[in-house]
């Protein structure tokens, strides 16, 4: 069966940086695109960034470009999100979510279960 | 960007009651339109896609109809299970995806 695993997340203070990372099981990872989605606490859910499968496509929501950079590792199955200048506002559980389609994309069909992310001085 | 809103914000019914969800958007999206279901410590789940069609596992008593800005989510006879926080989901104009703030379905 499908399964992401994220891990990663951490306490770290404003301007600090992290790397999340997934790792994917029980699919044909290089055949799907795949997706990094936060919630906020309190709040509802957020589209962070997405690769494409073979990573030569890669999207960004505004508040997080030229901060945020994802990647993925086909060999190792595993998709990363390096996120530095890191804001009180990014303070969030990060999902990796895989999408439906490979080289285009469209609804995300399957969810990890997330990792805290907290950024407080 | 396209924005999502779901009605009501909070819905509290008793188990065996119908639920009905509501989701607009601000432009069409066609039938391109999800229904994901969230519960505490556990990984979000896809419920419908293409506006009514039930993914994977997903059982009979959930449905979604609708098209363009009008989206519905309905469960026939909530189970304790199916007391979640939904939120609806466009994919036919991205970046970004766009989700609504959700509805959050409790006991009564």
């Known amino acids: 069966q499908v399964q992401l695993v994220e891990s990663g997340g951490g306490v770290v203070q404003p301007g600090e940086s992290l790397r999340l990372s997934c790792a994917a099981s029980g699919f044909t990872f290089s055949a799907y695109g795949m997706h990094w989605v936060r919630q906020a606490p309190g709040k509802g859910l957020d589209w962070v960034a997405v690769?494409?499968?073979?990573?030569?496509?890669?999207y960004y929501e505004d508040s997080v470009k030229g901060r945020f950079t994802i990647s993925r590792d086909n060999s190792m199955k595993t998709v990363y999100l390096q996120m530095n200048s890191l804001r009180i506002e990014d303070t969030a559980v990060y999902y990796c979510v895989k999408d439906r389609w490979g080289g285009n994309f469209e609804y995300f069909d399957y969810w990890g279960q997330g990792t805290l992310v907290t950024v407080s001085s | 960007e396209i924005v999502m809103t779901q009605s009501p914000a909070t819905l509290s019914l008793s188990p065996g009651e119908r639920a009905t969800l509501s989701c607009r958007a601000s432009q069409s999206v066609g039938s391109n339109l999800a229904w994901y279901q969230l519960k505490p410590g556990q990984a979000p789940r896809l419920l419908i896609y293409r506006a009514s069609t039930r993914a994977t596992g997903i059982p009979a008593t959930f449905s979604g109809t609708g098209s363009g800005t009008e989206f519905t989510l309905t469960i026939s006879s909530l189970q304790s299970e199916d007391f979640a926080v939904y939120y609806c989901q466009q994919y036919d104009n991205w970046p970004p995806w766009t989700f609504g703030q959700g509805t959050k379905v409790e006991i009564k």
């Open positions: 690769i494409s499968n073979d990573g030569n496509k890669k």
